[in-house]
Nanobody, 118 residues
Framework: QVHVVESGGGLVQAGGSLRLSCAASGSIFSINAMGWYRQAPGKQRELVAVVTTRGSTNYADSVKGRFTISRDNAKNTVYLQMNSLKPEDTAVYLC????????????WGQGTQVTVSS
């Protein structure tokens, strides 16, 4: 079993910054990708950013240029640096880890609340 622990959420004023971290531990044989999703009231869950073991990244258009995803493969940790935060970024941010070889399994963090004041 893989365990995912997130940290770094909180309350910040518009224009401020936060750095989220997510560490995976347990029976990890191969990490295919690590990413961040978010869920806001009245909206569907959306992909914010994802990074593969090779280092390829993808970002949602709404955060491109403001957020940066990175990972430390040795520590099985992924980070999300969030700059120029806007009130519309307010959401529960969830860490997603995809593990496996031929069979890929998905694990989720507990979620961390990010609130950006007007």
């Amino acid at each position: 079993q893989v365990h995912v622990v997130e940290s770094g959420g909180g309350l910040v004023q518009a224009g401020g910054s936060l750095r989220l971290s997510c560490a995976a531990s347990g029976s990890i044989f191969s990490i295919n990708a690590m990413g961040w999703y978010r869920q806001a009231p009245g909206k569907q869950r959306e992909l914010v950013a994802v990074v593969t073991t090779r280092g390829s990244t993808n970002y949602a258009d709404s955060v491109k240029g403001r957020f940066t995803i990175s990972r430390d493969n040795a520590k099985n940790t992924v980070y999300l640096q969030m700059n120029s935060l806007k009130p519309e970024d307010t959401a529960v941010y969830l860490c997603n880890i995809k593990v496996g070889t031929a069979l890929e399994l998905t694990y989720w963090g507990q979620g961390t609340q990010v609130t950006v004041s007007s």
